[in-house]
């Protein structure tokens, strides 16, 4: 089992910067892809950023130059740089931890409970 806690979300203008963080507990995650969604209201959840347990990355090509997603195994923790941001970036994010196979990412079904992004335009 593993529990994941994110932090970091908030309000911020268009243009600006945050930085997710997610914590995961009861297990490592230094063999697992790690990643991260986000559901936007009246939307699906969607792929923003995934990383390997080696550290390939996987981006959504909305976001790709401006978001970084980055691990630090011996913490247990994922983090999501996001630079430039901009109104369609609105949503609540998810930390999750997965597989990559075949350039994809997949969920394995560990998911936090979210954390609030809001970008005013």
């Known amino acids: 089992q593993v529990q994941l806690v994110e932090s970091g979300g908030g309000l911020v203008q268009a243009g600006g910067s945050l930085r997710l963080a997610c914590v995961a507990s009861?297990?490592?995650?230094?063999?697992?892809?790690m990643g991260w969604y986000r559901q936007a209201p009246g939307k699906q959840r969607e792929l923003v950023a995934g990383?390997?347990?080696?550290?390939?990355?996987i981006y959504a090509d909305s976001v790709k130059g401006r978001f970084t997603i980055s691990r630090d195994n011996a913490k247990n923790t994922v983090n999501l740089q996001m630079n430039n941001l901009e109104p369609e970036d609105t949503a609540v994010y998810f930390c999750?931890?997965?597989?990559?196979?075949?350039?994809?990412?997949?969920?394995?079904?560990?998911w936090g409970q979210g954390t609030q992004v809001t970008v005013s335009s």
């Open positions: 999750n931890a997965g597989r990559i196979r075949g350039g994809n990412y997949y969920s394995i079904g560990y």
């Open positions: 990383i390997g347990s080696g550290g390939s990355t």
């Open positions: 009861g297990n490592t995650i230094s063999r697992n892809a």
